[in-house]
């Protein structure tokens, strides 16, 4: 069955540190999308990349890159020089190309906290 | 990508009320999905609206407690009903294209305390 895994509940870096959230994932389709989304405290959930399975290149984006490997079923998210910005539940998610009901498989999201 | 808009932002509601919150996409889509955040929680998928047929619920979502309304191509509502404290979380509405493998863009959320 489709699952999405972050195993971090939480974690807390001093402001400049690099940090790495990860996400590991589960699915039988040979065809799938991730994502990554960003949840301030304000609640609005912020999209910030999606990646399908054929695409492993890595993908940086300012401070922000991600690393996707099959071979490990991850799809990894690095800040680089963390700024207090940066502070938010982050979510990792599967959606799989053959799924009708067209879902989302949601991780259970990483609290990032970044001390000034 | 498009812009969504929730009303209310935020309501503190009474045990046995319902609430309807709206959602509203400034281009028009297909496909609008309904997402329950408890508190600390993940996102949970609620029901998928499509115009011009019924919602789709998930399971342990039914259409009396949760209705929903998709009468266009840019605007859904959904309803609590009856609610409980157990209701209180933010909702969300989300907009995908025709292929739930897009990109899914939120809205802004309501969060709703039901005391």
């Known amino acids: 069955a489709q699952k999405v895994t972050q195993a971090q509940t939480e974690i807390s870096v001093v402001e400049k540190e690099d940090v790495t959230l990860d996400c590991v994932y589960e699915?039988?389709?040979?065809?799938?999308?991730l994502f990554w989304y960003k949840q301030p405290p304000s609640g609005e959930l912020v999209f910030l990349i999606r990646?399908?399975?054929?695409d492993e290149q890595n993908e940086i984006s300012g401070r922000y890159s991600w690393n996707f490997q099959k071979s490990t079923s991850s799809f990894n998210f690095t800040i680089t020089a963390s700024q207090v910005v940066d502070s938010a539940v982050y979510f990792c998610?599967?959606?799989?190309?053959?799924?009708?009901?067209?879902?989302?498989?949601w991780g259970a999201g990483t609290k990032l906290i970044i001390k000034p | 990508s498009a812009v969504i808009s929730q009303k209310p932002s935020r309501d503190i509601c009474q045990r046995g009320t319902s609430l309807t919150i709206q959602c509203q996409v400034d281009?028009?889509?297909?496909?609008m999905f309904w997402y329950r955040q408890q508190p600390g929680q993940s996102l949970t998928l609620i029901a998928t609206?499509?115009?011009?047929?019924?919602?789709?619920?998930e399971s342990g979502f039914v259409i009396d407690k949760f209705p929903i309304s998709r009468p266009n191509l840019t605007f859904s509502t959904l309803t609590v009903s009856n609610m409980s404290p157990e209701d209180s979380s933010i909702y969300l509405c989300?907009?995908?294209?025709?292929?739930?493998?897009?990109?899914?863009?939120f809205g802004p959320g309501t969060r709703l305390l039901v005391l």
């Open positions: 989300s907009v995908g294209g025709t292929s739930g493998t897009e990109t899914q863009y």
């Open positions: 281009s028009q889509v297909t496909m």
């Open positions: 990646r399908n399975s054929f």
């Open positions: 998610a599967l959606s799989e190309a053959e799924d009708s009901n067209y879902q989302l498989i």
């Open positions: 609206a499509n115009q011009g047929s019924e919602a789709t619920y």
């Open positions: 699915t039988r389709d040979t065809t799938y999308y």
